[in-house]
């Protein structure tokens, strides 16, 4: 958990402050100090009277549309979206300018702060993004300050640090694990070829009942309760972000879905968790996602491992699935599902001894990057200039094992 202090006090204005968790103290936010700035929430059709430093909301709070249009012009020298957990797309952009245009918010200088990594500087529109060093530490941290790794639902105690799970003596129970629970388009298609395949029921397997048409293609999937009892309880919006020891004890491959395999570069905390977790990944998620990673240390396992689905690249202009990538991805599925019947018929437990020491370095690596920084001075200073007086984070009273 952080505090910022500036300099000089400056202006913000915003739909909502308890929302905007960049400007906060929760969710991995800056934190930054009530004596660094004075708030004030956004109405339509007041006259302000003045210009702010900087216009900041969430990416959620301008994604519902409003055909309100705003009476009063709103200058700020600065907006700034936080997307600290979500992507945003260029579709995402355009609607929100239309947005912002309705709201009569003015500036010209657009800031995106979030998971944007480095390796993918980039501005789209007239929007720049604020690139960070390993971006999905932006999860690491927000986990561990809201104890999701946990799953414990007391928030903002005490810093605290998750090193993962530890290793397992027992042999195995299940190959793999796969959990699904909002059906996103990717998730539907991999399901779908999982269960038709029959390697849906060698694994831990969940999935939630959804009838749909995909580029004119019928999906009918059925509720798959793998996890027993516990299926609420990891459908709840606190426990799902958190690791499930409970069932990583008892599957050696976790097959994660990633939010978005489209047009996109993030890699979120669905995709950190194997290697938490001390398990062998296999990520559906966006081309490259795999050679991301590794760039970043981390061991794919691509000796034990056929990674080679990574390579299929589904890019539309659209933005979404269309009849030209729709093909692209179910290949790419295609393959998951061949490589796991493979991997099923392997010694995994075997195998899990005998890379003990890599899945360990794996932890350790994600370990390494929970003492990382996420707010610096090159971070913030797109947002705040040389106006940054002190950047702290408190100190961690708490380290365990999930």
């Not at 309880?233 to 008892?250: G, I």
Request: net charge negative; proline share 3%.
């Amino acid at each position: 958990m952080y505090t910022t202090k500036l300099k000089n006090k400056i202006k913000i204005i915003s739909p909502g402050f308890s929302d905007c968790s960049g400007i906060m103290g929760n969710n991995c936010g800056m934190g930054l100090h009530k004596s660094s700035y004075d708030s004030t929430e956004f109405e339509f059709d007041v006259d302000y009277n003045t210009e702010f430093d900087i216009f900041m909301f969430h990416y959620f709070q301008l994604m519902k549309k409003t055909d309100k249009i705003n009476s009063k012009k709103v200058k700020c020298k600065k907006i700034i979206i936080d997307s600290k957990g979500e992507w945003v797309r260029e579709t995402d952009l355009s609607f929100i300018n239309k947005q912002l245009k309705r709201m009569g918010i003015e500036s010209e200088e657009k800031l995106i702060l979030g998971i944007t990594d480095e390796k993918y500087k980039k501005n789209v529109l007239d929007w720049k993004y604020i690139p960070t060093k390993f971006s999905p530490k932006f999860f690491i941290h927000n986990q561990n300050d809201t104890f999701s790794w946990t799953g414990e639902k007391t928030k903002f105690v005490e810093p605290i640090k998750i090193f993962g799970t530890k290793k397992v003596e027992h042999k195995k129970e299940y190959p793999f694990m796969c959990l699904n629970n909002q059906m996103r388009t990717h998730r539907v298609i991999l399901c779908d070829t999982m269960i038709k395949s029959g390697v849906s029921d060698l694994g831990i397997f969940s999935a939630n009942s959804i009838n749909t048409t995909i580029c004119d293609k019928e999906y009918n999937i059925p509720n798959i309760d793998a996890i027993g009892d516990d299926i609420e309880n990891f459908k709840n919006n606190e426990n799902r972000f958190c690791l499930q020891p409970h069932l990583s004890d008892n599957a050696y491959i976790d097959v994660v879905t990633e939010n978005e395999v489209i047009n996109t570069e993030v890699c979120s905390e669905k995709a950190l968790k194997p290697f938490l977790s001390l398990q062998f990944p296999i990520i559906l998620g966006y081309n490259g996602i795999y050679e991301y990673l590794r760039e970043y240390g981390f061991d794919m396992f691509d000796d034990i491992i056929d990674n080679s689905h990574d390579s299929l690249e589904c890019h539309d202009e659209s933005g979404w699935i269309s009849k030209n990538t729709l093909p692209i991805l179910e290949k790419k599925c295609q393959m998951i599902v061949n490589e796991l019947e493979r991997l099923c018929k392997l010694d995994l437990h075997d195998l899990y001894e005998k890379n003990f020491d890599r899945l360990l370095a794996n932890q350790k690596l994600i370990n390494k990057y929970q003492d990382e920084e996420v707010y610096t001075k090159e971070i913030l200073s797109p947002m705040f200039g040389d106006n940054i007086l002190s950047i702290e984070q408190d100190n961690i009273t708490k380290e365990t094992y999930v």
